[in-house]
């Protein structure tokens, strides 16, 4: 990004937070409560005090970019992965916006298993292995060999005949097949600004993908692998001239004693936002504007999806209070200050305490949605 070294020089700063889901919600309430911060603005409405609304649907990059220079905004910060993968860092850069956001070239490590297979194998990191059309070892992860948003384009399977349907499902021309790995599953984010490198903690992911805990549970033998896989990443990325301000999220799995990574996700993937987010101390801009390493909470930090079912949806959704506990929005709408359900994965919730995945499950056990 050629204007956070600008920006980091501002007392106050008018900052986007680009995208529409439960991360951008965590990001922007992490963002909210920094002191440089004079006015923050939003795509959707994540009930923030002191934040404002705007709507950029109907306008393309370029009109987008006129539009956040009218409004005053001159901090970026991106979580949409469709939209950095379309080069939206390098049009706003042209623009004169300052932008946190991944750029186009690099952006291809997610939407190009291709491109971040040939990266890895370049700096000896380890990677699920490629499987033919042919192969018999099971179980195996088919994708999509481009951007993957949601579990429409990825299916395990353990037969021939699930593969095949799994095929049919994707592009065929343009799916990739993989060994499916089971173990411990962990997602570390890296932010990249500049010459510095930020690794946060790592985020354990479990109970199927619907709960994360941060820090996760590694031992030392995991802990020194992990450091080794990040030096290889930080590496590559020096050695490939990496020249932009942005997360790299990487999805690891515990096997054949070492990380291997699964994939990339060239934002804040997941529940990583929720969980990391919740257990930091330090101001979240400190980090985003200099690469300074976060200060962490004492206490573990977890989070989980609360859902609903199709019958529930546009329907109201009754919350019981409780201060300690961190709610992020993802398919909401507010109606006078009353939740709405519009989709599946309603928020997640997050808190920090001794037994916090306890606390969550017996949380969520008082919240109601009105038939």
Known sequence: MENVEDANIMKLINALVYGYGGRE???????????????????RDFHINNSEVIDMKNKNYKEQAKFITECGINLVIICDEKALCDGITD???RNNIAVIGINKTFSQLESSKSFSKKFMDKYGINNTKTLTDKSEVYPQMIKDNGLCKGKDCQYIVNTPTEKCSAIDKLKPKNHLI?????????????????????????????NNGNTAICPANLNANQRLKLNVYLCKLEYGLKLED??????ITSELVWAYDGWCVVEYNISLAKLTAETLLTHIKSDIMDTLLTGSTPQYKEETSATQILKASQEQINKEIIIPENKDIKKYYDSVRFVNNTIISTGNSLMKLSTNSKNPIDDLQAYCSGIQIKD
Do not use: M, R, W
């Open 25 to 43: 919600c965590a990001l922007a309430n992490a963002i909210a409560e920094s002191p440089l911060i004079n006015k923050l603005f939003t795509l």
């Open 91 to 93: 049009i706003f850069n």
């Open 178 to 206: 993989e060994e499916y790995l089971e173990g411990k599953k962990i997602y570390v984010v890296t932010y990249l600004t500049g010459d510095t490198f930020t690794n946060f903690l790592p985020v354990e992911i479990i």
């Open 242 to 247: 990496a020249n932009f301000n942005g997360f």
